[in-house]
């Protein structure tokens, strides 16, 4: 089948950006995307509708909806890891509960299979798109505590390509209970990757029974557009 990109215009906020649909010849259902800045015009407009069209959280049970689905446990001390509803408001009201960590230290990763969530090996090899992951943390008011995060790019083998693991970040007692976001984008990572492995997790530093650790919840690994990053 052949396919063509059709290029026009859409309304955001009362302004016109460039937009993009995709259709076949045999009557496929055309889908428009739009540009979320205009003066970054992609260069390949069939691979920014394709990114576009697949882009979507690869994590599972990122918001604990779940309990502890999908997510394997790798550090699960004190009083475990728990799930309860979040303390403090979160900037999107749709995300209602979190991950709680204990008074030793609470760790949990997710292996994404790229080649399973629709990236296949020549795709990710010739086209290194960007791969965009977020992660949002509280700390309590009462307690002192401390986050951490690594999330790598795999090979065939599950080695290590590349990886971001900024340092550890620590919280005072009598912080703020206001969330925070990390936010890092993979460019230019080179041939090879087909897993991603996204781990994060801490502790409270004052060893106190129950769950007075960091807090963590609405994370999310994307395979984006470069000019969506």
């Not at 076949?24 to 260069?43: F, M, N, Q, V, W």
């Not at 407009?45 to 690869?58: A, D, E, P, S, T």
């Not at 090996?121 to 992951?133: A, E, L, S, V, W």
Request: contains cysteine.
């Amino acid at each position: 089948m052949t396919w063509f990109i059709f290029v026009g215009w859409c309304a955001i906020n009362g302004k016109k950006k460039p937009t993009a649909s995709l259709s076949g010849e045999k009557g496929a259902e055309e889908k428009g995307t739009c540009l979320r800045d205009a003066s970054k015009t992609p260069k390949d407009w069939r691979l920014f509708y394709f990114l576009c069209n697949k882009r979507r959280n690869l994590l599972k049970n990122p918001r604990a909806e779940q309990n502890m689905k999908n997510w394997q446990l790798l550090q699960n001390g004190g009083d475990k890891w728990k799930v309860e509803e979040v303390m403090a408001p979160h900037p999107d009201q749709t995300v209602r509960k979190n991950f709680v960590t204990s008074y030793m230290m609470c760790t949990k990763s997710q292996l994404i299979d790229l080649e399973m969530e629709g990236y296949n090996r020549m795709f990710m090899d010739d086209y290194q798109p960007d791969i965009k992951i977020t992660d949002w943390y509280a700390p309590r008011h009462d307690c002192g505590c401390e986050y951490e995060i690594e999330v790598e790019l795999l090979n065939q083998k599950k080695k290590t390509i590349v990886k971001f693991a900024p340092e550890t970040v620590y919280f005072e007692q009598w912080s703020d209970r206001k969330w925070k976001q990390v936010t890092h984008v993979f460019r230019n990572y080179g041939p090879g990757v087909r897993y991603i492995r996204f781990t994060h997790g801490g502790k409270d530093t004052q060893f106190w029974a129950g769950w007075y650790g960091i807090r963590v919840t609405d994370s999310s690994v994307e395979i984006c557009p470069a000019t969506d990053t």
